[in-house]
């Protein structure tokens, strides 16, 4: 297989995969693919000894780093970020209402409580969800990426930063982004971005509302001719073929990989996923305070629920999730019914299709082996 | 172009078209493609007499006809269908605050009401909108509809009644059914389905939440080896090439149509369509009481609005709003800018892509060409 985009990253299937997990990244490269760690998570020291690894384990081939920039944020956050008030003025920004419901929350579920005083003290929680995703936090990121050999600097929320598309061009590294609308695009053109990912509302994580099969040839026409991925609804090789029939060049794919041999991904929630139909997701503000796509679970009921504060913007909601998840995650391990009913993450609509675990590697072969199948059986309709 | 479907049907190209205008049924099916009369709105009598004109200018070219069958309705519509109460006790069951809201919002947006009074004595507006909906009213359609020389007759709301098939059977016309996940197939060939319409969430209509991308493949292999058509968010060949890369063995088109020269669609609402994009839909239950997809206008708004006393179930809720929105439309027509704002149609996110009036047949044949060039695209990316 051979798209523009082949030519341009050295890869040999224009198959991207989206992981926080370096053994997903590296394990795609290797195929063939092209692996992108997902940095949100991670503190720059933290991002940097996961791509030093991924440096020792792909032998030069290709992969990238995706940064989290969001266009609009709480403002304590990026107070916190420049250092001004500190974790403090973030933390304070959450209402007390928000606390209590989640204490609530924990106690009808029989959920032992986080310690929060001592997250607040760490700096854990508001750290990994905070700081990072203001323009601030992004920037460390980015610098710490672009350090490394990577092939490619993605923004998976909002136009990039001139700041990340200078520092990414000085060195070479083309700079992608995700949309969800043909006016974004537009926008991400214009900001000098060399790869548009359109992603449809099908997806995982963060999307919007239109659909892959109406966004993709949308996006393809508005950035012409500006390579496009296609995102949302993508995780075998007929999705595939359905993506590159639609104008992409290839395609970002995030959820497939959440169940396989190497992902990080907690058991139970590993089960839930491989257990649930493509029914089984909601676009829920309850984990990061914008619309995310994500296994449907007790925790999104119940921010829908009547008892709900409401979710907040992000990063304070990101901050009240985060710190609630990491234990909910624990206990569920331990067996905790409550925990494990609560227990929930980003995922898209494709979940129903994710129903055994594999190895990433075989992931990236089967999907370009239905892919061949898919054209050939394309190819019988028309010669019929 | 040939799959099983175009073998079994006698067409040419695997492309449906599902619409309210006879005209566009015939010139589609005149194309090589196949024409679908969406029978709803009609009385019994009404549909015979489009039927006969269909007869009449296909020259025996296959066609078919989509009747709305839902599992769940308002119990005095059946009620009125049996002729208990009457038309009477349906209007009585619209409960007096949604009157009020009517009344309230025509006079908010300058519009001169729409004479209830007599459309009551007058029994069209219940008659067109309420007892067709029901297992009765479907029944009169089916049987003018089986009447007449059709190719196929397709169920557009749950499964289709014992009787419906049984009569369908009879006569060897093949049954078809639309689907919005995978559970609904299942259903759908237990009830002697012959063909299933797998309609993603971007479709015009009433929907479901899951993607054309992610449904088609799910679908495909849940009801293997019967055939698929594919529906939501399909208006151009890369989209058609597409759904056939995801297995399906057509597509199923239903917005493409609103646009064209031949649609009956109120002018004012055709240049909305025209001007749309993508993000200008909304799925809203203002209009029939169940989740469907139209374009958003100043009357979704205000159903889902605060003074809003929300939208009532099937069929009371289409009483409401197809005799309102027959005012609206008239009403538009005279360049009223209330009714303008008020005035809408269903119609999927594929709005964004229908940017000009074409002649039907000219529609099928710009898909089938641009699907042939998606196919040379995609046989050039693996031949690379």
Redesign the interface.
């Known amino acids: ?3 523009d985009v ?1 030519d341009r990253l050295g890869i040999e299937f224009p198959l991207f995969a989206f992981s926080h997990c370096r053994d997903v990244v590296a394990a795609v490269t290797n195929a063939g693919g092209f692996g992108v760690l997902g940095a949100v998570a991670y503190s720059p020291e933290r991002l940097d000894e996961e791509l030093r690894w991924i440096d020792a384990h792909v032998g030069g081939r290709p992969y990238g780093v995706d940064v989290l920039v969001p266009a609009k944020i709480d403002d304590s956050a990026e107070r916190a970020a420049r250092g001004e008030g500190g974790l403090d003025t973030m933390l304070a920004a959450v209402p007390e209402q928000h606390w209590s419901f989640l204490v609530d929350l924990f106690g009808r579920y029989d959920v032992p409580l986080p310690d929060f005083e001592k997250a607040k003290r760490a700096g854990t929680s508001a750290r990994g969800a905070g700081t990072q995703v203001t323009a601030r936090g992004a920037t460390e990121l980015i610098d710490v990426s672009l350090a490394h050999p990577i092939g490619l600097i993605a923004s998976a929320l909002g136009t990039p930063p001139p700041l990340m598309v200078e520092r990414a061009k000085e060195r070479g590294v083309p700079v992608a982004a995700l949309v969800g ?3 974004h695009a537009r926008r991400q053109v214009a900001a000098g971005v060399d790869l548009i990912v359109a992603q ?3 997806a995982g994580g963060h999307t919007g ?7 993709v ?2 996006v393809v026409d508005t950035v012409a001719p500006l390579p496009v991925l296609a995102a ?3 995780a ?1 090789g ?2 595939m ?7 992409a060049s290839g395609v970002w794919c995030g959820s497939v990989w959440l169940t396989t041999e190497e992902a990080e991904t907690p058991p139970q929630v590993k089960e839930k996923m491989l257990a649930a ?3 089984d997701t909601v676009r829920s503000r309850s984990r990061t305070g914008k619309p995310a796509r994500q296994l449907r679970s007790a925790w999104t009921d119940e921010w829908e629920g009547p008892g709900s504060p409401g979710a907040l913007g992000m990063p304070l909601q990101m901050i009240i999730a985060e710190g609630a998840m990491r234990q909910i995650n624990k206990v569920a391990e331990t067996g905790n019914p409550g925990a494990r009913a609560l227990a929930n993450y980003f995922v ?3 979940v ?2 994710m129903n055994a675990v594999r190895p990433a590697r075989q992931v990236v072969y089967e999907m370009v082996e239905e892919f ?1 199948t ?2 050939e ?3 019988a ?2 010669a ?1």
């Not at 073929?241 to 104008?247: C, K, T, V, Y």
């Open positions: 297989m051979r798209t082949c609308t043909a006016e449809g509302g099908e509302e239109i659909s892959t099969m109406v966004l040839p949308e949302g609804g993508i075998t007929r999705q073929a359905a993506a590159l029939a639609l104008g139909t493509s029914r898209g609509q494709c129903g299709q061949a898919a054209l059986r394309l190819n309709i028309t019929g």
